[in-house]
Structure formats: C-alpha cells, structure tokens
C-alpha cells in the first residue's frame, strides 16, 4: 500500500506512536495491547446508547447498524443519519477513552495536530 502511495505523491513518512492513547509505545512494538477480544469488544458496544432509537450494535457484523429504512422513516433522513454517526463516535470514544476532542471532530471540529 505505502508503496502505491509512494509511487503516486512521493516519499510517505508513518508515525507509529500512537496519538489517541494515553500510552506511547509504536504500534509495531507494543505486546501490551497487542490482542484483541471480540466478546470484550462486543460487550463494550453493546452498552451503546445511540440515536435515533432503531439503532443498534450488531454482534454478528461487529458493528453499528442504523438500518437504511429505519433512517428513511424518520422526518429527516439525513440528520437521523448524521445524529447515528455522531452518537457511534460519541460512544466508541468513551468506552476507549479517548479524548474528547476526536469525539468533537464528528462535529465538524477536528482536534489538534500534535
């Protein structure tokens, strides 16, 4: 991939140190957080709490789901779908603590470049 990128716009640099954690280990050298649990996982956003109503998280999928009648029923099909994607972020960036400014970028307010 990097190097189809390279080929296109030329030398590409990665910053693997993560920067939406409060840990600083590179990606590529971290075993702490190296695995991954999908029950754990699941559990974590199955507790969401999502707008509009019909939203819901699919264990089988492994993902949030607002179903596309679901949104077109509702008065205003584009903001039912904007207000699904905000409350999926919203809620993802509490489980994972994870600043809230990245949960204010799905607002249109991107968060600082560090």
Do not use: K
């Not at 140190?17 to 990606?27: A, N, Y």
């Not at 075993?31 to 649990?37: F, G, I, M």
């Not at 754990?40 to 199955?46: N, P, R």
């Not at 779908?81 to 949960?103: Q, T």
Request: with cysteine; proline share 11%; net charge negative.
């Amino acid at each position: 991939m990097l190097a189809a990128v390279r080929a296109l716009a030329g030398p590409v640099q990665i910053n693997p140190r993560p920067q939406e954690v409060p840990w600083s280990t590179p990606l590529d050298q971290d075993e702490e957080h190296a695995s991954y649990d999908p029950a754990h996982v699941s559990a974590y956003f199955a507790a969401a709490t999502l707008s509009p109503a019909a939203a819901r998280w699919d264990a089988g999928l492994g993902e949030f789901v607002l179903d596309w009648d679901d949104a077109r029923a509702s008065a205003d099909p584009h903001r039912a779908a904007l207000e699904f994607g905000r409350s999926s972020v919203r809620h993802a960036c509490a489980v994972c603590g994870w600043g809230p400014a990245l949960a204010a970028s799905a607002h249109g307010e991107p968060p600082p470049i560090a």
